[in-house]
T-cell receptor, first 116, second 113 residues
Framework: DTGVSQNPRHKITKRGQNVTFRCDPI?????LYWYRQTLGQGPEFLTY????????KSRLLSDRFSAERPKGSFSTLEIQRTEQGDSAMYLC??????????????FGPGTRLTVL | SQQGEEDPQALSIQEGENATMNCSYK?????LQWYRQNSGRGLVHLIL?????REKHSGRLRVTLDTSKKSSSLLITASRAADTASYFC?????????????FGQGTTLQVKP
């Protein structure tokens, strides 16, 4: 399967614990994105990378959140000191960005986080 | 924050009928994209229309874009039960700008067999 993969698919944790999610993008894609989706809402942008550089972070990404993309391949999203409000589906997407008008993004299945 | 507003929020039709969903947005864009999300599955890209285009077709899908009104519509013709899903519009700003997509809240489509 050459699509975007995410691990784990589900994570249940207690408030105050740290969690880390992993995303493996489509191999030739240079851009990788993280979004968060809560029930009944569309995905909300968190951050994105072009190769290994993190180019933009949303205001939603508090200092408890950190993302990395070492060597421009897979990416990790870590949430420290989780809060119940962090419960959501965390989506990763990748794209091969060329040209002026942008390209479609390919999404992984997501990691569903439940903070008790 | 979400830029797009979609209308209707929910739509229920019979198999074989057409479904139309509308999306409005607030700022200038380089592209507008439509995605589908089934329960239990991830987001699947359906179609991308550039800001310089007014209409685009892909199979049973037809998308229009009116940048003067900051609005788009998605038409699904001859709907099937398998089209039952949530549909999201997302605005994009091009490779030279931010790469992020801003999604609307979605339209839930139910196609009854």
């Amino acid at each position: 399967d050459t699509g975007v993969s995410q691990n784990p698919r589900h994570k249940i944790t207690k408030r105050g614990q740290n969690v880390t999610f992993r995303c493996d993008p489509i191999s030739e894609h240079n851009r990788l994105y993280w979004y968060r989706q809560t029930l009944g809402q569309g995905p909300e942008f968190l951050t994105y990378f072009q190769n290994e550089a993190q180019l933009e972070k949303s205001r939603l990404l508090s200092d408890r959140f950190s993302a990395e993309r070492p060597k421009g391949s897979f990416s990790t999203l870590e949430i420290q000191r989780t809060e119940q409000g962090d419960s959501a589906m965390y989506l990763c997407a990748s794209s091969l960005e060329l040209g002026t008008f942008g390209r479609e993004q390919f999404f992984g299945p997501g990691t569903r986080l439940t903070v008790l | 924050s979400q830029q797009g507003e979609e209308d209707p929020q929910a739509l229920s039709i019979q198999e074989g009928e057409n479904a139309t969903m509308n999306c409005s947005y607030k700022t200038s864009i380089n592209n507008l994209q439509w995605y589908r999300q089934n329960s239990g599955r991830g987001l699947v890209h359906l179609i991308l229309i550039r800001s310089i285009d007014r209409e685009k077709h892909s199979g049973r899908l037809r998308v229009t874009l009116d940048t003067s009104k900051k609005s788009s519509s998605l038409l699904i013709t001859a709907s099937r039960a398998a089209d039952t899903a949530s549909y999201f519009c997302a605005t994009g700003f091009g490779s030279s700008n931010t790469g992020k997509l801003i999604f609307g809240q979605g339209t839930t489509l139910q196609v009854k067999p």
